[in-house]
């Protein structure tokens, strides 16, 4: 059994779990948009890009598509890729901003701007519609078509092919068919509608270690608990 560590935690799993399913035992929340528990790996999103060091030098990896191997030292929530999972972020935004599923997941790992022109797209080529119809639904109906960037999701030769059963899983499992709250035709490309609080804990720690759902976990559950969880953290004195 291969032996990781993940966040400066040691763990051992079964050989051919991934990395993404590791980080998700010890409890530490991974974005995902292409990935579900129920269809194989893709690793398309690239949201769930994990720090892997392998002796001085690091890369970015895909967690979903990872396999848990002896010696992995990962970090998930490293500066580094907050910086890249923001910008992905941004990109899906501009891509789908009619999206509530990505617009959510902008708000909690703090996108604040946009700087690319809205397409207002309706797919952002994660495949789940295209497996769970395959794998789920043993169906195959819907496929993709052409390449680069005139890739889509269609039946084969464009008329609605005969075996599909108008089940609707593929709208079901659809990050973008959920709509953002306000409509598509909002004000703003950037809803922030979710962004409750900052996180109080980031901005003293180049690393991550507290992941508290949500954010301000530590103070809700009581004063001492952020002396316990943050001991670097000082409250700021009361005036005398």
Known sequence: MPKLTINGIEVEVERGT????????????IPTLCHDDGLTPYGACRLCLVEVTNGPR????AACTLPADDGLVV?????RVERARQLLLELYVATTPQ??????????????????????EDCIQCGKCVRICREQMMAGAIGFA???????VMAPFRPQSDICRQCGACMYICPVCELRCHGAEAETTLCSGCLNFAPACLDY???????????????????LRQDLVWPAVKPPESPK
């Open 75 to 79: 970090q998930t929530h490293s500066a």
């Open 58 to 61: 690091s890369k970015l990896q």
């Open 205 to 223: 720690h180049d690393h991550a270690m507290c992941f508290l759902d949500p954010c301000v976990a530590c103070e809700l559950a009581g004063p």
């Open 146 to 152: 052409y390449r680069g960037n005139r890739r889509k």
């Open 18 to 29: 991934t990395v993404l399913e590791a980080a998700r035992f010890l409890g530490l929340p």
């Open 99 to 120: 999206s509530k599923t990505i617009q959510d997941l902008a708000s909690r790992y703090g996108v604040t701007r946009v700087r690319l022109t809205p397409e207002f």
